[in-house]
C-alpha cells in the first residue's frame, strides 16, 4: 500500500508542471477554414504571465506579420485571474497548413489549422439545406411505415428522403463533451467550426461574457461577403432558437434569444418564416419578451418586408414587390403536425392559422428563386425533437413525415432548377428505436402484455385513405411501439397522447423530475423507472452518428463518415465561397 502512494507521488510530481500550465488556442487544433473568411484568434494562459514572455507565431513567423493584424495582450481577463492574446478580424489568403505556437509564462502550446480553398467557379446556385432536428433513423423508418404501410416485410412506398442519390454519417460530437446539442451541431454545419455545447458561431472562452468569445463566419456571413444570393430561414420553432439562429449568429450562449433577434436583423435575411414573434416586440406589447422598447417588426417594414401572422398572410405574401418577407406565426413555438392539422390540441386554439412546414417552405422557394444569383434556404422541422424530448413519439413521428413533404417541394423545385444543391439530415439523434407494435387486440386489460415483439409484432394497421400521406388516425388498434433507451421516472401508457402533447415528469418540491401522475390512471400504464439524472424532465439526445443525404450538383462530396463541421466544406465548394474573385 505505502509503495503504492509513494508511485503516485512520484508520477504526480513527475506530470503537474505540464498539466498545470497549459496554454488554449482559439480556433483549436485541426480547426478547417474557409479561406479568407474572418475569424478571431485567442490564446488563454493558465494564470497571469508577463507581456514581454508572450510569443505567438504562424509557421514560424510573428503572427501579426503573418495576419496583418495587432496582436492585443490582455494581462487580466474580465472576470478572470489570468492573461490572454486576442487577435481579432484577421483571414488568411493562402490555402495550406499553418501551425501556430503561443508561448508565456513558460508554457507553449501548438496548434495546426488547415484553411482550404474552393474551385473558383460554383457547381450548384442554390441550396437547399433542410433539417429536422434530432432526426434519429428510428423516426425515418416509423414515418415511412406510418405514411405508407407494409406488406409482407416490404414497404408499401417510400419517403422522398428514401430517394436522395448520396448518403454520410455525421459525429455530432461537441469541442467538450461526446454529447452535443442543436447549437454547436448546426453551427458547425453553417460554418465549418465545431464548438461546445450551447455556442453558435463562436468558439467557447473562459470568460463569462457570453457575447466577447471569439467569432468565425457563418454562412449567412459568407454567402453577403462572397455571393449578391438571397437567404431564407423557414422554422417551426422560435426563430430565435438555435437551430435557425446558427445559421447567422455569434453568441457563447443560446438562450440569448433577444440578441439573437437583434442579428438577425443585423444579416436581414429576404425570407424569416417561424415562431418567435415575442422577440420581435417591444416590451411594451403584450407578449414581448424583450427588455428594451425596440420594435424590429417596425424595422423590418420599414426596410420593405412584407407581414405575414397566419397561413391567409402567408398565401397573400407570394405576391410580396420586394420579395422580401417577414413571418411570424406564434409568439413561442409552433404547433406540431398532429395538433395543428388533426387533433386541435397543443396552441392551436390560440394560434388557430398556423402555416404548415410544407407551405413555408413553397412559398420561400417562390419569393427567394426570383433572384438571379441564387439563394441558400435553411428549412428546420423543429418538432422532431422537440417531441423527441418529451418521448411523443406520435407527434414526432408525424412531424417527420411533414418534413419528407417540405422534402418533396424541394425536390420539385429542384426538378425544374437543377442547379440545386438539396441537403437532408439532422442535428443529432435521440435514443429512440421502434420495437414492434402494440395491439389492443390482444386478451386482457395489462397493455404491456399486448407489446408484439419478433412475430408476435406482425404489421401496424394505420390506414391513409384519403392519399394526404399522413394516417387518418395515429390511434389505430395496432399501433407502432416507439421506445427510448433513456429519460426520466415515467408511465408509459402504450397509447397516442391526444389531449396534448405528453409531459412525461413534472418537478416536485425537492427540485427533482418525478413521474406525472396525471398518467397513472391510464388503463394500463406502467411505471418506467428513469435512467438519467433527476435534474432531467425530459428524454435526451444520443450520440449515434446522423444519416445525411443529398442530391443535386455538389452532393458527391457527402460520403462516408464526416465531421458535422465537413458539411460545410462541401457547401462552401458547391456554392465556391472560397472563390479569389466576387461572383
Ligand atoms: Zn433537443
Known sequence: MRSLLAILTATTILVSPTLAAAATVLPLDRATILVSSPFDVKVEFDGV??????????????????????????????????????INGVTINEPGAYTVV?????????????????????????????????????????????????????????????????????????????ATDSANTMSAYMSGHKTAVNALGVYADRTPDSLDDPKFETLAEALRRQTGKSIGIVTNSELQDATPAAVFAH???????AEINNQTYGV????????????????????SSRKDDIDHIALYREDGYTLATTKGELAAARGSNTGKVLGLFHTGNMDTTLDREFLRKGTVDRFPEQPGLVDMTRTALDLLSRNEEGFVLVVEAANVDKMSHPLDWDRAVVDTIEFDHAIGAALEFAEENPDTLIIVTGDHTH????????????????????????????????VDSDGDGYPDSVDVSRRLFLAANNGPDHYETFRPKLDGPFVPAIRNEDGKYVANEAYKDVPGAVFVQGNIPTSGDTGVHAIDDVVLQATGPGSEGFKGYLEQSDVYRVIAEALALGARQTQ
Not at 493584424?69 to 486576442?86: L, T
Not at 418567435?276 to 416590451?283: D, E, H, I, N
Open 431 to 462: 435514443g429512440v428505436s421502434i420495437i414492434g407494435t402494440v395491439d389492443d387486440d390482444k386478451p386482457g386489460d395489462d397493455m404491456r402484455q399486448k407489446v408484439g415483439t419478433y412475430a408476435a409484432a406482425g404489421f401496424p394497421n394505420y
Open 49 to 86: 504571465v508577463a507581456q514581454a514572455d508572450v510569443s505567438v507565431t504562424i509557421n514560424g513567423q510573428p503572427a501579426a506579420d503573418v495576419l496583418g493584424k495587432d496582436v492585443v495582450f490582455i494581462e487580466r481577463e474580465d472576470g478572470v485571474d489570468a492573461s490572454a492574446v486576442r
Open 268 to 287: 436581414r435575411p429576404e425570407v424569416i418564416l417561424g415562431g418567435g414573434s415575442a422577440y420581435f416586440l417591444p416590451q411594451s406589447t403584450p407578449g
Open 102 to 178: 503561443a508561448r508565456g509564462g513558460g508554457q507553449e502550446k501548438t496548434v495546426t489549422w488547415e484553411v482550404y480553398g474552393t474551385p473558383d467557379t460554383p457547381v450548384a446556385r442554390n441550396v437547399i439545406f433542410l433539417i429536422a432536428d434530432g432526426l434519429s433513423v428510428a423516426h425515418r423508418t416509423a414515418a415511412r411505415i406510418m405514411s405508407r404501410g407494409m406488406t409482407e416485410g416490404k414497404a408499401d412506398g417510400r419517403l422522398n428522403m428514401d430517394d436522395l442519390d448520396r448518403a454520410a454519417f455525421i459525429g455530432t460530437s461537441s469541442t467538450e463533451s461526446v
Open 251 to 257: 453568441t457563447r450562449r443560446r438562450a440569448d434569444k
